[in-house]
């Protein structure tokens, strides 16, 4: 699980995918979903039945089609969210709602960001 605080909101997403190179054929088998807290109201974005959740990149953690892509060594995050083939239901938002940083703003620099591994006893998820 990933949250991130940028200077509006809080925002991250969650996948029982890893961020490993090996990360290869679990397509359509993993869950995932970005979210947004402001204001005390939590959004949440489905993954797309079907849709890869995270993919790997060295240096850096991208989740669905880079609706949410973290740049590890300039502490930067560029967002695609909202476009056509994403990976996971925008809701009628766009990358506006998404980052609340101003008109068509896709790129912004992290306050703070933390990675947290969940374990769970029951491996079904």
């Known amino acids: 699980m990933l949250v991130i605080k ?8 969650f996948s029982t995918a ?13 869950k995932g979903f970005l979210f947004g807290i402001s204001e005390g109201k939590l959004t ?5 039945e ?8 060295k240096d850096k953690i991208i989740f669905g089609k880079s609706e949410m ?23 009628g938002h766009n990358v506006n709602d998404f980052l609340e940083e101003g008109d068509k703003v896709r790129d912004i620099k992290l306050q703070d960001y ?12």
């Open 114 to 125: 933390e990675v947290y591994q969940i374990i769970y006893e029951d491996q079904t998820i």
């Open 18 to 30: 890893p961020f490993t190179s090996e990360n290869t054929g679990r397509q359509g088998q993993e």
């Open 6 to 13: 940028t200077s509006k909101k809080v925002i991250g997403g």
């Open 50 to 57: 079907g849709k890869k959740a995270v993919s790997y990149a």
């Open 69 to 91: 892509r973290i740049e590890l060594n300039s502490l930067t995050l560029s967002s695609n969210f909202g476009l056509s083939g994403s990976s996971f239901e925008a809701n």
């Open 44 to 48: 949440l974005y489905p993954l797309i």
